[in-house]
């Protein structure tokens, strides 16, 4: 069925819901919804700028009234998202204004925290990014297989990824720990890995304070077999060749 024709005179885009809608209210309150679809401006090739298949979120109720609102669970099956630019300049991420002007908000204090919200476990399966615009050589095409978030018992979070990018394979695991850390502030401790193709990006130290990234203790090394290949690939200048193995400490 499609949705209400409320969204589309704000953003001047057809918000459709093709599946089911359901809610369960509790104290535990649980939203899945399936067939979920953007429309793109007409100058688009592709008629949707997002598309869901299927999405389910849990979040603790009372939590909303919280400064902390607790989201145990979020689940996305099947999701594309393009970031598009035309020749004129316009993106397919900016709306025109509506009928209506919404009302002005007062500012919020800022409280410092890294994370708005507290999450438990996340899972992305099956959803790609395509960003283009006429400016870029070649469109970037991120193809998500599966992206996992998972906050264990032992206040670690554990995430992996797996993929590729303009068909180089992308896998990257990892964990930082405290999860409170995102919260609250504080020290964190990490441990992450990241390749696309034969490209690895390795990361792993501490912080004294994540909300002002004070007090690093970080080594990082980036190596490859040929860093003209990355250069070309992501439309750089080329400023080098051959074989690659940068290695920093802050």
């Known amino acids: ?6 969204p589309e005179r704000f953003t001047g885009r057809e918000l459709v819901i093709a599946g089911p809608l359901d809610i369960d209210l509790g104290f535990e309150t649980s939203v899945i919804v399936e067939g979920v679809s953007l429309s793109n401006p007409p100058w688009a090739d592709q008629p949707d700028m997002v598309r869901v298949s299927r999405a389910e979120v849990t979040l603790k109720t009372f939590s909303l009234l919280s400064d902390l609102p607790l989201i145990p669970y979020i689940m996305v099956d099947d999701c594309a998202v393009e970031v598009l630019g035309n020749e004129n300049g316009d993106s397919n991420w900016d709306f025109p204004a509506g009928d209506e002007e919404p009302e002005e908000e007062e500012p919020e204090d800022d409280k ?12 992305i399966q099956n959803c790609s990014l395509f960003y283009d615009t006429p400016d870029r050589d070649r469109p970037l095409d991120l193809q998500l297989a599966s992206v996992l978030l998972e906050h264990g018992g032992d206040d670690r979070v554990v995430t992996e990824i797996s993929g590729n990018i303009n068909g180089e394979a992308l896998d990257g695991h990892g964990w ?8 609250h502030g504080g020290g964190l401790d990490l441990e992450l890995s990241l390749q696309v193709g034969d490209v690895t990006l390795e990361g792993s130290g501490s912080v004294d304070e994540i909300n002002t990234l004070a007090g690093p203790d970080i080594q990082a090394r ?8 990355l250069l070309a690939d992501y439309a750089l200048p080329p400023l080098s060749s051959g074989v690659f193995d940068f290695r920093a400490a802050v």
Do not use: C, H, R, W
């Open 1 to 6: 069925a499609q949705a209400s024709n409320y």
């Open 222 to 229: 980036f190596s490859g077999p040929d860093i003209g290949k």
């Open 112 to 123: 410092g925290g890294p994370l708005p919200v507290g999450l438990t476990f996340v899972s």
């Open 176 to 183: 930082v720990e405290p999860a409170a850390a995102f919260v």
